[in-house]
């Protein structure tokens, strides 16, 4: 087993889990760019180059490799790895049947029991460049990617450590941040990304962030402590106007009048029936941590969640037997509204201000200034 401490993360690759949300037993490699040698549990067995396929069939706990002419056999690893600098490879898996994804850099394929666990080992600056235009899209100004760049690494360096058990650092889905393959439609982002190398955001306890974020505030960001149960000092709430008048600013949904009084009181509201009508609808000028009714209270956060809102800011007016849903935002809210962040760029605002509007009391740095306690231990297992 190869121990990699963090402080070499930026030399080194990072180890993404690819399809997580899936149990890959079929796949089609295909060599889109650059070179590669295919290496087979420790052994060179092929070079690949551009039009070359491989096929990848999980039997019997280990993977059958095939490409078109030749019958490599079982296999329990394999890893195609790049010669040259601007390697790419495709892979469509078919058992199931997904959508096909290019990536940067190595492929590592594992047989585990029941699947094939599919791993990219790539770039750190080109795996965020790919996080950045899935979570982003690939529209926005240089100084908006270079913010989201910052928060992106600063989110995979505090998390390196999520997915060890099952051979890799990040997963590809949202439970980690969203990656569907490398930086393609706006060579910007990757530009950004390596404009902003190595730089994160410390508190100032010199610790990572919780580097949150997320569409659009609605004109006020949401304080963490009225999310997470903990107050975050950074994470308080901003007046934003950023984030007015942007796509996803505001929102509307009809509900059933008599829904939501079956809702309050299945929620401890024993009081409503009791109560003038008009005061068991939601007023939110600002945002509220909860709708409180007599003595008796739910979150926001939890009604958000429980009625599939776009977001805890919002009001409601009575309409005949419905009531009307006016929100503002989309979103957690907490952290960085990502249509404000673009606003204010496109307004001439640098990465440093937009972080700093939407950050309390944080620290710009490199990571590699930063002591070595404030980073996971990362340890790989290849
Ligand atoms: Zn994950």
Known sequence: MLSIGILQVAAQPVQVGLYQDHLVRAAVVYCSAGSYQLVTD?????????????????????????????????VSHLELQAVSLDAVFRVRPIDPELESRKYDDDLVVKAEDRYMNLINQVDIDKYLAGVVESEAGSNAEPEFYKAQSILCRTFALKNLDRHLNEGFSLCDGTHCQSYKGKNDLNPGILEAVQETTGKIVADFNFKLIDAAYHSNSGGQTQRASDVWLRDVAYLQSVVDPYSLHQGNAKWSDTISFNDWKAYLIANGMKSVSKLPE???????????????????SIRMTKIREDWGFRSSFFDMFPEGDSILVWGKGYGHGIGMSQEGAMKMARDGFSDQDILHFYFHEIRLMDFRDLPASSLPQAKFKF
Do not use: C, H, N, W
Request: glycine share 8%; no cysteine; charged share 35%.
């Open 42 to 74: 420790g052994t060179v067995v092929s070079r690949l180059v551009p039009g070359d396929i491989l096929y990848l069939t999980f039997e019997e706990g280990q993977v059958k490799l095939l490409d078109a002419y030749r019958d490599f056999g079982y």
């Open 278 to 296: 008009e005061i068991i609808y939601v007023e939110q000028m600002r945002r509220k941590k909860y709708f409180i009714l007599d003595k008796d």
